[in-house]
């Protein structure tokens, strides 16, 4: 049964977030039609990680409740704690094997819900190596990676969704394929990094 409450809380949340975008950063958003409506499959949602603001301005963006992994430490004190749960977030431990979050994002997807997912696990500016998490549960739950790009246009906030796709087989090496195809996929999304002009460049 859904917690009409986190769920006032969430939406209240989506809408504030998704108009301060607009308004403030300059906000443009790509790919939305290429979501799967809310239905009987799940989606995992996974993405690079550029700020703390990006799990609440995606789910503000996708039109189907997202519920984030999180690290485990956001829900060890309050207010904080409340504020993540309310925004539909669940404990994740990236110190080790964390079966019981698994086993939650596992519960998600196969009852039709939407997950979102990190996969670099932590802010970074796009060279951390992504574990294989996302992948795993693709796998496991037989749902779509929807992979979505995250960055600045000089003071510019511009998002991007890809083309959702799914594991060919449940092979361990397929696993790794598949990570290494959504951050491709996500890489190709973001803008190229201008390289440091030098000094031969100008003649």
């Known amino acids: 049964m859904k917690d009409f409450?986190?769920?006032?809380f969430y939406h209240l949340a989506s809408y504030l977030v998704r108009n301060y975008a607009r308004l403030f950063l300059g906000l443009k958003v790509e790919g939305l039609d290429l979501i799967p409506q809310e239905g009987s499959r799940g989606l995992i949602i996974a993405g690079n990680h550029?700020?703390?603001f990006d799990p609440p301005l995606i789910g503000s963006l996708v039109p189907r409740e997202i519920?984030?992994?999180?690290k485990r430490e956001l829900f060890q004190t309050q207010p904080l704690k409340w504020v993540v749960e309310h925004l539909l977030a669940?404990?994740?431990d990236r110190s080790r094997g964390d079966t019981r979050g698994i086993k939650e994002a596992l519960r998600f997807l196969q009852s039709g819900v939407a997950i979102g997912i990190f996969p670099q696990g932590t802010r970074n500016t796009g060279d951390a190596a992504a574990l294989d998490g996302a992948a795993f549960l693709a796998q496991r739950a037989g749902v779509a990676l929807q992979p979505v790009a995250i960055w600045f246009e000089g003071r510019r906030l511009r998002v991007r969704f890809g083309e959702p796709f799914y594991a060919q087989d449940k092979s361990r090496a397929e696993m790794r394929?598949?990570?290494d195809t959504l951050m491709?996929?996500?890489s190709t999304m973001?803008?190229?990094?201008?390289?440091t002009q030098t000094a031969s460049d100008t003649h």
């Open 5 to 8: 409450r986190r769920l006032w």
């Open 50 to 52: 550029i700020s703390t």
């Open 67 to 70: 519920h984030f992994m999180a």
């Open 90 to 92: 669940f404990p994740i």
């Open 177 to 179: 394929t598949l990570t």
């Open 184 to 186: 491709a996929r996500i």
């Open 190 to 195: 973001l803008p190229v990094k201008k390289e």
